[in-house]
């Protein structure tokens, strides 16, 4: 799906009541640049920011509801077309992968121990409740 950022501010602007003069004047620019900016598809970051800060909205969070995923161990990270990870950086993100991966097996691994230990821990309290009923 398509982010449509112009069109997502143009319905905040309405939504909240606020007139074009009036959004124009805030945002420093002028009504055409507004009309403009409800035509644009993208917008720059530092005008979304004080867009977002004038309308009280965080627009940033549109795109991050939009990130693509990939499966199993890895989540929240941008990937190609052909689903390999973008720019230089995939080393760092493959490393990453297999940190999470381990971590994971870590994580179950721990969750067992306490299990263990938890059962052990009601073992010995029944004997000790049993000897001292004997």
Not at 1 to 21: A, C, D, F, P, W
Request: glycine share 4%; proline share 1%.
């Amino acid at each position: 799906m398509t982010i449509h950022v112009g069109k997502r501010i143009k319905e905040e602007l309405y939504n909240q009541g606020i007139s074009v003069s009036v959004f124009a004047k805030k945002i420093n620019r002028s009504r055409n640049v507004v009309y403009d900016i409800f035509e644009r598809e993208s917008i720059d970051t530092d005008l979304l920011n004080k867009i977002g800060k004038i309308l009280n909205c965080d627009f940033f969070s549109i795109y991050s509801s939009q990130k693509e995923y990939l499966t199993d161990s890895v989540k929240h990270f941008n990937v190609n077309e052909s689903g390999v990870p973008y720019g230089k950086n995939s080393e760092i993100i493959l490393a990453l992968q297999q940190q999470t991966l381990s971590l994971q097996n870590e994580v179950v691994y721990l969750k067992k121990i306490i299990s263990l230990l938890e059962s052990g821990k009601k073992k010995t309290s029944r004997s000790v409740a049993t000897k001292k009923k004997k």
